[in-house]
């Protein structure tokens, strides 16, 4: 097992101690139109997104054109009823678009990699020289697609939904095995859209401690909550889908973010990452000023030489600019050795 928590894709580090890596997922909302695929591409980095996320397969790469009720999808989900072939053929990313994607993000300064999900498609993705693959969840127990991957020497991440910990394992030795260099793994909930309860983003530094990789979240909660609250817990990696607009159907815009939405949460991510910080104790840069308003011991009555301090004479109140409030006993019935008037801060060669 490496103990490195951390990645690199082309020139980014990924990984503790470096920024959220923040993946915008295209998924289906392009809607089979590739000016809107484009303008997506194009959203994903006027909205602070690190990376744009395609998906490489067609309907008859994930399935076959059937009728039996084994290929109907049941119901819980958003597309209850549906075919499976039938959904895939709508939702799937044209394989002729996907090289003119890549260029496009590039030339925005985003990565753009995709989830391959047969042979076929990571052929085909090594073709166009991804700088990584993403291996979506439901693929995590297609262990021959996890060699063929392994096997490029490319960089991985790997969702983890619906997964045991044996199962990602399992993945993650199959994948080193084949010659995955590094990888990294995101607690994920194969629900869409998934509940905030069922999230146990605690998970997320488990996954890093127990197995030496950075990981992070794929998220299909609705809004922007706790891909912000999964940064707090040690998220190094974000992947969330994006739409430009949930009024318009498809497959997956449900449970997308809007433009505008997926600013903030890039904002809020930023905010948040540095908020958490390091351990720290004691007076921060932003707190210097304040150190004025502490406490600390004042004359509040006219004091002559040789008058004892008192209750009455000597009071700890704000701001802080006399002795600290700890030496109220041992001032109390010792003699002024000065003249001191009322708002006098309170020093050592005041007493006698």
Not at 31 to 57: C, F, M, P, W
Not at 58 to 65: E, F, Q, S, V
Not at 194 to 218: D, K, Y
Request: charge should be negative.
């Amino acid at each position: 097992m490496t103990t490195t928590p951390s990645i690199t894709i082309a020139d980014r580090r990924i990984g503790p101690g470096h920024p959220t890596y923040i993946i915008a997922e295209l998924s289906a909302n392009h809607n089979q139109d590739y000016e809107q695929a484009a303008r997506l591409v194009h959203v994903a980095a006027e909205s602070g997104a690190d990376a744009i996320k395609l998906q490489t397969y067609t309907a008859d790469t994930l399935t076959i054109d059937c009728d039996q009720p084994y290929f109907q999808i049941g119901e819980g989900t958003i597309w209850a009823g549906r075919r499976l072939y039938e959904l895939y053929e709508e939702a799937f990313t044209p394989w002729e678009w996907q090289p003119r994607l890549k260029a496009l993000a590039e030339s925005l300064g985003l990565h753009c990699f995709s989830s391959p999900f047969d042979a076929t498609a990571v052929d085909f993705l090594e073709d166009m020289d991804v700088p990584a693959h993403k291996v979506a969840s439901f693929e995590i127990v297609d262990i021959p697609l996890l060699k063929k991957i392994g096997s490029t020497g490319k960089p991985v991440i790997m969702s983890t939904g619906m997964a045991s910990l044996a199962e990602i394992s399992e993945g993650v030795d199959v994948l080193r095995s084949a010659g995955a260099p590094e990888i990294a793994l995101l607690k994920c909930i194969s629900a869409y859209p998934a509940p905030a309860e069922a999230m146990n983003l605690q998970t997320i530094p488990h996954l890093s401690q127990a197995f030496g990789v950075p990981a992070g979240l794929s998220d299909h909660t609705l809004g922007i909550t706790v891909p912000v609250a999964s940064v707090a817990l040690g998220a190094t990696i974000i992947e969330k889908h994006f739409t430009l607009s949930r009024s318009v159907p498809g497959p997956d815009s449900q449970f997308s973010l809007e433009p505008e939405e997926f600013r903030m949460m890039v904002e809020a991510v930023r905010t948040a990452e540095k908020a958490v910080g390091n351990v720290h104790y004691g007076v921060s840069a932003s707190e210097q000023k304040s150190r004025s308003f502490r406490r600390s011991l004042f004359v509040v009555q006219d004091v002559r030489q040789g008058d004892r301090f008192t209750a009455e004479n000597v009071r700890s109140i704000r701001p802080g600019d006399g002795l600290h409030p700890r030496f109220l006993e041992d001032v109390i019935g010792r003699v002024a050795a000065v003249d001191l008037t009322r708002g006098t801060p309170l020093k050592w060669q005041d007493i006698a």
